[in-house]
């Protein structure tokens, strides 16, 4: 395993707490933690992409990061007209 | 020297994003768990930018990395002012 697999596979741990947000705490805060996993992902993709040598697919971490920024907007457009 | 200096700056991103993982689900109220929705924007994306340049320069693989770091890194204040609003909406 090189450096990246291993930055990627500690990164997923990172799922668990904002997990355990979105499914106990209020439905705002399950958007807060829904913003840093769409980050978090971004950077997963990342390194996979960088630890496998595929250069492509760091596309999908780009459109990782902007459908993030999208469905953030969308879901907080829609807890503000709650 | 360049792999050291990887692994350094994967090692910071990681610490990085896990304590602000942790301290989303720590936090009591929506504003403090946007703290650290925003400080996951900044210091880890950056390090893993640093860990991908110096690996492979700025090729294709780097250029992208640069795309997806700022998307992050300029929506992320946007997207945490919309949640902060939406929560002060919620309560008002």
Avoid: K
């Amino acid at each position: 395993m090189n450096a990246f697999e291993v930055a990627a596979l500690a990164l997923l741990t990172g799922f668990v707490p904002l997990l355990w947000v979105c499914l106990r705490e209020r439905e705002i805060d399950g958007v807060a933690a829904l913003e840093l996993a769409g980050s978090l992902a971004t950077l997963v993709l990342v390194c996979l992409a960088e630890a496998y040598h595929r250069g492509i697919y760091v596309g999908v971490a780009v459109v990782c990061a902007a459908v993030t920024w999208i469905s953030a907007l969308v879901f907080a457009r829609f807890f503000s007209r709650l | 020297m360049g792999n050291a200096v990887v692994d350094v700056l994967l090692a910071v991103a990681v610490v990085a994003e896990l304590l602000c993982c942790i301290g989303v689900a720590v936090m009591r109220t929506t504003y403090d768990r946007l703290h650290y929705t925003a400080a996951g924007t900044t210091v880890g994306p950056f390090c893993v930018l640093a860990a991908v340049l110096v690996r492979e320069g700025f090729g294709q693989v780097g250029l992208d990395t640069i795309a997806a770091v700022a998307i992050l890194f300029l929506a992320g204040p946007l997207i945490v002012h919309a949640t902060a609003r939406a929560a002060r909406a919620m309560r008002a």
